[in-house]
């Protein structure tokens, strides 16, 4: 099976004649269609972060390629779970919902999810406080005109190895509590889709 280039072609034209020719195959083929269709749970969308970016909302990418993808060129050399870039005016905060103790120390089982499609709560490095720079970029990033970006993962782990993340879109500050960490609600640009809305939500009551 290939696909069409030109749809104009010869050869095109005479596969959709034969199709046409063919009720039974053409009933199968748009009852096939209709059901795709049907089962559509979102449709992916660019997302405008002041340049050129190949992310698009709410699909799924390792942590190397949206770094690369935000035009951070080392991205073996992040090991925290947020990422500051100072020439995008960019904070790219990474999470895994989901988080055994094997695979995290006490001081970074962070306590993130969903509160509902459009409000996220989000608990920042141990060491952030509401008063230092970094609490304070959060706090102000709309006045100081940088964005907030969230990535999200339910384990840290899939079948194939390190497990990549959704992208939920940009997100603005709505309130925080607390220091070292700070737990911080965000509202998300775009509400999240019903299908992640289940996975992001808090799963562990702790």
Excluded at 108 to 135: A, C, K, P, R
Excluded at 181 to 193: A, E, F, G, S
């Amino acid at each position: 099976m290939k696909s069409a280039e030109n749809w104009d072609s010869e050869e095109a034209l005479d596969n959709l004649y034969s199709l046409s020719d063919s009720p039974v195959m053409l009933a199968e083929l748009m009852e096939l269609l209709q059901y795709q269709y049907d089962h559509i749970d979102f449709i992916d969308a660019p997302v405008d972060l002041g340049f050129d970016c190949p992310l698009d909302l709410h699909c799924t990418y390792t942590r190397d390629q949206l770094l690369v993808a935000l035009d951070f060129m080392n991205p073996n050399s992040v090991r925290e779970g947020v990422k500051w870039l100072p020439d995008k005016q960019i904070d790219v905060l990474f999470m895994t919902l989901n988080k055994s103790d094997k695979d995290y120390s006490p001081t970074t089982m962070y306590n993130d999810y969903s509160i509902n499609e459009e409000l996220f709560h989000w608990q920042s490095q141990s060491t952030t406080t509401d008063t230092g720079t970094v609490g304070q970029r959060y706090i102000h990033h709309r006045e100081r005109s940088s964005k907030v970006l969230l990535f999200v993962r339910e384990f840290k782990s899939d079948l194939v190895g390190a497990a990549p993340y959704t992208f939920l879109g940009t997100a603005n500050y709505v309130k925080y509590n607390g220091s070292r960490p700070m737990n911080i609600t965000w509202k998300l640009d775009h509400p999240i889709p019903a299908k992640y809305l289940k996975k992001t939500k808090k799963l562990v009551v702790g």
